[in-house]
């Protein structure tokens, strides 16, 4: 039914809300045990459980609003300091926040609700949760219960209610706000009120043109009443006059609304808020006494109810223009039309490569001038489209704040995370791939690079570990590190347990990066104690495989007793790529841009497989050979010389082609067993070019010097 | 006979607003001056403020010609809205000459 899809929608943002409060939530939990007033993240924390609270009940999700407000009464007796928010605590909510996002997770898929008390884990963190309750019980009862119903019993509100155009349209259904403030206490009277609403000429169908004046037996408060209408809050005005007001208060009420008086003060006698008496006498005084003074008063006291409500009100205020702001500056779209448009552009780009051969063909000036203006524009739409696609690597730092805290009371160690270049940005793609294997990469840091407090100590370091996440751009890549302030890698111990593995040939000189790599060999594991965080020889081999997978590349430097750091390198974006076409034989290949250094005639002897670039050595890999490509080599042959990873080595090559764009199509399951081949991409002309994996070539041409060296002494 | 039934079936809601509204329209122009429109929502399966707010105006429109608009059926989910915003006694007097 179409009124499941529009429940959809607005349940899709909730979703997305709840899990941006619970981020938030976490944040301020992470942080507040170092800040020196807490108040304000306390607060935050408060908010955001309150708010959810809020939402899930207006969408009967009644086992979330159960949940989340046993966790909200424990943070309202922290705000009241009757409760210290200790370590235990923090490590406590941030359990429940897991919960609560876990039963968010189940609304999304679309399952039923699970009462929290019916099962085990909450039932458990809501035991935990009642300890933190029940240490004071007798001020508890006074101050977690509302505010209002500590007067005891319920009391009479009268609520304003005129919704504003857009709300039909936004998806809310004021009557769903009604139903919901019915569940919060008693709807005595209603009055509808249909003086907005034209006739059917006039009258936008889609438009909201309704007012409700409401009188509400209730025990909850202010706030609790607001907060019903939290969602519409920008698009409605809610006037709510207290129990127990002055006629005044409803006189102010009525000024206020753009029905006139007399038509007003019916319905409210009619919602037996006033009586007709109050009212008729409350006017006659005013008319009376100095109306021009006391009409200025009463502006000026608008709004300006009991302190408590003002307060409440400014901060809606400021939550609803933060969230307004923010979305003016930014609009939420599906990845999918996103990745959709990435493949377009990448087709305009095959396109444009093929029209520009057709152009030079032609020998036709005009039309090449044309094509080349064309082309640069199609550049920078291909830039633009996938700039879209880029995300700031901060988010996904922050996700490690919590491992890290988590990670560090597990393993008993006193470990903060420093994080640097949040603001690094790179393809959403890339993002969503990277998260496990820096995971991985930070646990193992906290694991096995921090050393423990005894150790630190006697080597004089603070006692705080210190685990740090960096990210900056570098020549058309990313670069994540993660280092460690602890023992660094044992050199020996490693190539030790190499040789034991038989990952090393014995008697063989190897550079320190050459030894630390094994690290990322399957099976190697140095750990004496196998923790249950890592330890158990599978890791970082996949961490090293899960980085190539995405065309990247890591390394590792260490320093004994000084720190260890793991560098990540991936490129920026996974669809399109600045290529340089070299041809052998028939065939055409792809070198990314970035890699290439330059470009020299081939010169030497035949049977080598090096050669001389100003005075040094160049090791080259003959691509007809590596591929076999059948014919024989160019007269003149070239090496297009590629730098990677601060090395250089050289692929000789039949013709050099020049610079084109390469959009990456992945290649086939079929060619996965294929090394040195990161992708395909399709020519201007229609044929394939292959797309070399430069680091898994150089690794090549590394190991066979390798062992030619080895085999030589 | 100077009366006609409309029938709407199935939703009242902002997903039909600008349909129904459309349709409506064209009812009470079919009635004479003076007739009266009879609305037949027995068979609405779910109603929203808009379709309250179409309700509303329709009669408004109605009055305003010199016509008048009855509910000639009300099914449970049009009832359940009507009592919950009140309007039970605004449009009940034309069930109850209905009938």
Known sequence: MASDINLDQVLQTFIVEARELLEDMEAALLRVADEADPRESINAIFRAAHTIKGSSGLFGLDAIVAFTHVAESVLDRVRDGAVTLDEGLVALLLACGDYIGRMVDAVERGEPQVDPHADPEGAALLARLQVHLETHEAPAAVTTAAPAAAEGGPARWHLSLRFGPDVLRNGMDPLSFIRYLATLGEIEHLVTIPDAVPALDALDPEGCCLGFEIAFVTTVDKAAIENVFEFVIDDCSLRIVPPGSQVARYIELIQSLPEGPSRLGEILVRCGSVTAYELETALRVQADSAPARKIGAILAEQGTVAPQVVEAALVKQKQGKDTRGSENQSVRVDADKLDRLINLVGELIIATAGANLVAKRTRNLELMERNSTLADLVEEVRDSALQLRMVKIGATFNRFKRVVHDVARELGKDIELAVSGEDTELDKTVVEKIGDPLMHLVRNAMDHGIDSPERRAERGKPATGTVSLNAFHDSGSIVIQVSDDGGGLDRERILAKGLERGLVEPGRTMTDAEVYALIFEPGFSTAEQITNLSGRGVGMDVVRRNIEALRGNVSIASEPGRGTTVTVRLPLTLAIINGFQVGVGKSVFVVPMDMVDECIEFSAETGQDYTGLRGQVLPFIRLRDLFDVPGRPAARQNIVVVKHAGQKFGLVVDALMGEAQAVIKPLSRMFVQVRGISGSSILGSGDVALILDVPVLMQQAQEARGAAAHAAS | ?99
């Open chain 2, 1 to 99: 006979m100077n009366s006609s039934t409309f029938r709407i079936d199935g939703e009242l809601t902002i997903y039909r607003a600008a349909e129904l509204a459309a349709a409506m329209k064209t009812a009470l122009a079919g009635v004479a001056d003076g007739g009266a429109l009879a609305l037949d929502l027995s068979e609405v399966a779910e109603m929203d403020c808009a379709g309250v707010q179409l309700l509303l105006a329709a009669r408004r429109s109605a009055t305003e010609s010199g016509r008048s608009l009855r509910l000639a059926g009300r099914s449970a989910a049009v009832d359940e809205v009507l009592a919950i915003l009140q309007l039970t006694g605004h449009f009940g007097d034309a069930v109850a000459e209905a009938h």
